[in-house]
């Protein structure tokens, strides 16, 4: 068990028969009544993101998640399969539960696969991932790094606004959590 009081983003917990992990928490103490801690949650089953509420103080069960380092093989119609690194196991996954995250997979890119008592919720991305752009319109001279924006395809078909300077062939860092340009790859 976990106070709510001890709650740090990226906690894991079973609240209502489901595992949720933390993504936000605001300790609340109003000037008339109860003490309590704001949460925005993420269903790791479902991909559901709700906000609870709980009273400063109260317990929760603390979930135990495994994470396995595993290599993104390969597409099989609506399944992924996935080959764990040390062991050469492989698991698939269905898309439907890997949807947000099949913006990002490559083939042969590492990745966290969540496990809890055995079940396996998802995969886990590193924070930032390096792809290619292979569709955008061609930037024009006098365009200013920070004169604006334009749609840039990449690789794995994710669309993305990027600066004007950026061409066709360009390799970017574009951040996992938020599908948003952080640089261009060295």
């Known amino acids: 068990m976990i ?91 269905p898309e439907k539960s890997i949807e947000y995250e099949l913006k990002f997979l490559q083939e042969n890119m590492e990745v966290q696969v969540i496990q809890y008592q055995g079940e396996v919720l998802g995969v886990e991305l590193p924070n930032t991932v390096v792809l290619e752009v292979t569709a955008t319109d061609p930037g024009i001279k006098g365009d200013t790094a920070s004169g604006g924006s334009k749609p840039a395809t990449l690789s794995t078909g994710l669309t993305v606004q990027v600066p004007f300077f950026i061409n066709e062939g360009d390799k970017l860092i574009i951040n996992t959590t938020d599908s948003s340009y952080v640089s261009r790859a060295q």
Do not use: C
């Not at 929760?60 to 080959?83: C, E, P, S, W």
């Open 3 to 93: 106070s709510v009081n001890d709650f740090k983003t990226g906690v894991t917990i079973e609240v209502d028969g489901d595992i949720w992990r933390v993504m936000e928490f605001q300790h609340v103490k109003p000037g008339k009544g109860a003490a309590f801690v704001r949460t925005k949650l993420r269903n790791l089953r479902s991909g559901n993101v709700n906000e609870k509420t709980f009273r400063a103080g109260e317990k929760v069960a603390k979930a135990q998640i495994d994470n396995r380092k595993m290599q993104y093989l390969y597409a099989n119609g609506d399944t992924h399969a996935f080959m764990d690194t040390e062991t050469y196991d492989q698991i698939e996954l």
